[in-house]
């Protein structure tokens, strides 16, 4: 908005420093660039005149593209904000890999319809748009739909791959899958025509005796290369847009660029005489499924490391909370020092190794949580530890040394005041050893807190 202020400023500016001839002569050479881009223009249309009737014949309209696109838009809407938080992200269908890899394995799909941000959501819609015109009409809407989940669905899995523990959206990857179509699309049809090209001159050579290339009648349909010029500028900037800010991994928008190009040179071999059979399709859809089941095996099941994490912080404020509720009653005399240990032994303890088997039971522990699951268990031994210290010195706290009543000497009573005070230093040095021990597994703790 800003720059549109300033650019009219400087227009205006630069209107009223001119003279009236100056004025008069850019409002002629105006008109006449407006003329000649409007002749343009008007050429162009002309010119594309067969092909939208050839388009028109083949696939009178276009019915997947508008579908898809209304979905889209209806999931946009009806999501609150314009850039949502992960958890409504998912809550709307978005991919998490241990939501996703233990039995959500739809998310694959509706990940494909939920965008991060209005930006992306419009990039996208621009671009699903411009190319499902002309390729959901050439290819035909079998093959559309096909290629279309067939791409964003491999490039679901391999995103899983390679960030398994990010709430994503997969809105681009279809549109990745149909420009890689497009792109076979093209090549069968320049390697069609630099076919049909060398037979006409081959034919006129031999009925001349001369190697003069004579114009092509080629009855069969071939997409013009004013319609792969429009594609390409639009993808060139879904592309950049995408490999900048979206939300997929690299690996995944090329998998299902990669997806899109070998499905069309398995269907499209002969585009240019008509859509592809049903059968064909069929076999493409199932060869599809077969390359992303066998894609998702590997990482089916991927452990949901957030919850026990979330359970390993609580741990530390529930027990702490019990102890110094038994610790209250000791200061007020309800409770003796031995049976505080006894807590911490029959309640805290307890509590402790049972967390610590459920995070020691976990099974594929995604790669970017394997640190944070070392942390909560060097936390759980090193507070364990602390606990089993603590519960010992308040047993030493408690226990005297035993006096002989016989002996009632002054050397007696030395040596009596020598063993409580050697004990009293043992309590002493074992609470020490627990703050220290306590400290340091705070420190772990502190580093799996959210």
Request: proline letters at 5%.
């Amino acid at each position: 908005m800003v720059l549109i202020l300033f650019l009219g400023v400087v227009l205006y500016f630069g209107w009223r420093l001119t003279t009236p001839e100056s004025r008069a002569q850019m409002a002629q050479q105006l008109m006449a660039n407006t003329r000649m881009a409007a002749a343009i223009a008007q050429r162009h249309h002309a010119d594309r005149a067969p092909f939208r009737e050839q388009l028109r014949s083949r696939t009178p309209f276009a019915v997947v593209m508008p579908a898809l696109v209304a979905v889209s838009l209806i999931t946009f809407v009806r999501m609150p904000g314009g850039a949502p938080d992960p958890a409504t992200l998912l809550a709307w269908g978005g991919s998490f890999g241990p939501r996703t890899t233990n039995g959500e394995w739809w998310r694959i799909v509706t990940s494909m319809f939920v965008h991060a941000t209005t930006m992306q959501f419009l990039v996208n819609t621009i671009s699903l748009v411009t190319i499902g015109l002309i390729l959901e009409r050439y290819v035909g809407p079998l093959t559309f739909v096909a290629v279309y989940l067939g791409g964003g669905a491999l490039a679901g899995v391999v995103n899983i791959w390679s960030r398994p523990v990010a709430v994503t959206s997969a809105a681009s990857a279809p549109i990745f899958a149909l420009y890689g179509l497009a792109l076979s699309c093209s090549a069968w049809n320049l390697i069609h025509l630099r076919r049909r090209a060398s037979q006409t001159v081959d034919a006129t050579a031999a009925e001349s005796n001369e190697t003069v290339a004579a114009p092509i009648d080629d009855a069969t349909f071939s997409l013009p290369i004013n319609a792969f010029t429009r594609l390409g500028v639009s993808g060139l900037l879904f592309v950049l847009y995408s490999f900048a800010n979206d939300g997929l991994s690299m690996s995944a928008e090329l998998a299902a660029l990669v997806t899109g190009l070998a499905a069309g040179g398995l269907v499209t071999v002969r585009i240019y005489d008509g859509k592809p059979s049903p059968r064909r399709i069929g076999a493409l859809a199932a060869a599809a499924a077969v390359v992303t089941i066998a894609a998702a095996v590997p990482v089916r099941r991927l452990a949901n490391v957030k919850p026990e994490l979330e359970n390993v912080v609580a741990l530390e404020q529930r027990t702490v909370a019990a102890f110094n509720a038994a610790n209250e009653r000791l200061t007020k005399g309800r409770m003796t020092a031995p049976a505080l240990a006894q807590v911490i032994e029959h309640t805290i303890l307890p509590d402790f190794e049972s967390t610590d088997c459920r995070l020691k039971s976990l099974e594929r522990v995604p790669a970017e949580q394997q640190p944070l699951v070392a942390k909560a268990e060097e936390y759980l031994q090193l507070r364990s530890q602390s606990w089993r210290l603590r519960a010992d010195g308040l047993r030493k706290a408690g226990a005297i040394p035993d006096r002989d009543p016989k002996q009632v000497d002054v050397v007696a009573d030395a040596a009596w005041r020598v063993r409580a005070e050697s004990q009293h230093r043992k309590y002493l040095a074992t609470f020490g050893k627990a703050e220290s021990t306590e400290r340091a597994s705070l420190e772990a703790l502190k580093q799996i807190s959210p």
